[in-house]
């Protein structure tokens, strides 16, 4: 290990009491996307403390910020997120309890990827300080991944322009830096209008947004015979009516489609786009569109991915506690193991099946996945267009727990997210330093970067007028 390595690893063990708090306190703030006033503040002020230079409100976003240290190339990136999902609001305890029933909480453990993408950059701050390295660690603050794509927003401005490469850390259930890509997505909601009238005495006086909104639900269903395997469309009814003896005047449903490729995306997106238009034509009402938000496909780096996972056999897994073992266990009660299985068979990790027993991730494969595309879909794929990208995992839940639940939320306040959130930390800053200090590191990455691009070009999915939705949650009331 280098003496800078060991210098930026040393302060984040001199530290862990301080990141720990700071990822429980936003894991309390459970903010929703684009209003994370309290996290990203916690956030900023610590940046600040250690000597970092922020830019806050990036990219028309009060909640995003950029904080740097260092002035010369090269510039690495270190992502950080802190948004919560709504309804998820859950005790630290190892059963389904609510802290406040409908609130939001933090099921992907966002509260950990803020808090360890901070304690990286500072961390290779000071090991820069100390050792005269030349760079700049840029860390930034990327708000409403789950939902409205805050990162999207920020690439599309150009805040990611002269980035050299970049490092996101994910909790999960498992410890690694895989190689599959992601699905570039859309999302876009559906406004009908049609006219209301008494449902019993004037039926025919009626035209109703509902059914409009039922019939585009239809021709969408039966649309999903004629895409492509791996392509994902799912909606939600957001608005259907006030009462059933009054003929709706107004509907709204929010849709996502998604597809491992960015015109993929467009084509199937297009026939949605028909079939609403058709369900307006047939209740004689009218559809207006809203589009929320786009995203690409993921670009991996098996330089990057490499880099994390020998990092992580450098510094070891997490050992647990007695205790910690226990509410391991407990959780593990709350889910099915035919559950657990098919979440292993679906990763395709080599060797999965010697999972199956285990409780917790104590391994760390080798970069796995090439080829293969995970069905879900994140903001850190556009990034990944712009510069060299990974988004590596650390095992902070125990296998087998699903995202967006409850108990990723339990887990992610406790010891198994303390653990995660101290290895993570330690894997980014010590990845940061190689490649600060590795010339031919970053020629590599950047290399593959380019070849996997294929000449290909990204333009934004989103339109230059549209501008973050900050007034997004008071609308949805």
């Not at 015979?225 to 994902?232: C, G, N, W």
């Not at 999972?355 to 879900?376: A, C, F, T």
């Not at 296998?399 to 930390?425: C, D, E, R, Y």
Request: glycine share 8%; charged share 25%.
């Amino acid at each position: 290990m280098s003496s800078e390595k060991e210098y930026a690893i040393s302060w984040i063990d001199s530290n862990r009491d301080r990141i720990v708090e700071i990822s429980d306190k936003i894991w309390s703030f459970a903010e929703l996307g684009l209003v994370e006033y309290k996290s990203s503040s916690l956030l900023i002020n610590e940046l600040k403390k250690h000597g970092f230079r922020v830019e806050r409100g990036v990219a028309g976003m009060p909640t995003a910020f950029i904080a740097s240290y260092g002035e010369s190339k090269p510039i690495i990136a270190v992502l950080g997120e802190y948004d919560a999902l709504p309804g998820l609001s859950q005790k630290k305890v190892p059963r389904k309890e609510p802290l406040e029933p409908g609130k939001p909480g933090h099921g992907c453990g966002h509260n950990i990827y803020g808090a360890s993408g901070a304690a990286a950059a500072i961390a290779a701050r000071y090991a820069m300080e100390k050792y005269g390295v030349k760079g700049t660690v840029r860390f930034y603050g990327c708000p409403a991944e789950e939902n409205l794509s805050g990162k999207v927003f920020m690439v599309r401005d150009g805040y990611f322009r002269d980035v050299d490469a970049v490092i996101g850390h994910h909790p999960g259930t498992m410890n690694g830096a895989n190689l599959k890509s992601s699905l570039a997505l859309n999302s876009v909601k559906f406004h009908f209008y049609g006219k209301s009238a008494h449902a019993g005495g004037s039926p025919d006086q009626g035209r109703s947004a509902l059914d409009a909104v039922e019939l585009m639900n239809v021709g969408v269903n039966f649309l999903r015979e004629h895409v492509i395997q791996d392509a994902r469309i799912h909606y939600i009814i957001e608005s259907g009516g006030d009462q059933p003896n009054i003929v709706p005047d107004y509907a709204r449903s929010w849709y996502y489609v998604r597809a491992p490729e960015r015109e993929q995306v467009e084509f199937i997106y297009g026939w949605v786009l028909d079939i609403a238009e058709g369900a307006a034509k047939m209740t004689r009402t009218r559809v207006k569109y809203e589009f929320i938000g786009g995203l690409y496909n993921m670009i991996p780096n098996r330089v990057l991915s490499e880099t994390v996972v020998k990092n992580m056999r450098m510094i070891e897994p997490p050992k647990y506690s007695d205790e910690e073992i226990e509410f391991a266990k407990e959780i593990a009660k709350s889910i099915p193991p035919e559950m657990k299985i098919e979440a292993l068979r679906r990763s395709k990790r080599p060797g999965w099946e010697k999972l199956i027993d285990k409780l917790i991730d104590d391994e760390i494969p080798d970069p796995w996945g090439e080829g293969e595309v995970s069905h879900g879909s994140t903001d850190v794929a556009d990034v990944s267009w712009q510069a060299p990208t990974v988004e590596f995992s650390t095992a902070a839940w125990i296998l087998g727990t699903p995202a967006h639940s409850w108990q990723a939320v339990a887990q992610s306040g406790v010891g198994l997210g303390h653990k995660s959130l101290i290895f993570a930390a330690k894997t980014a800053a010590a990845t940061i330093i190689d490649l600060m200090t590795n010339e031919d590191l970053l020629k590599s990455a950047k290399k593959e970067y380019e070849e996997r691009l294929r000449g290909r070009k990204y333009k934004s999915p989103i339109p230059p007028d549209i501008k973050p939705p900050l007034d997004f949650w008071e609308k949805a009331k």
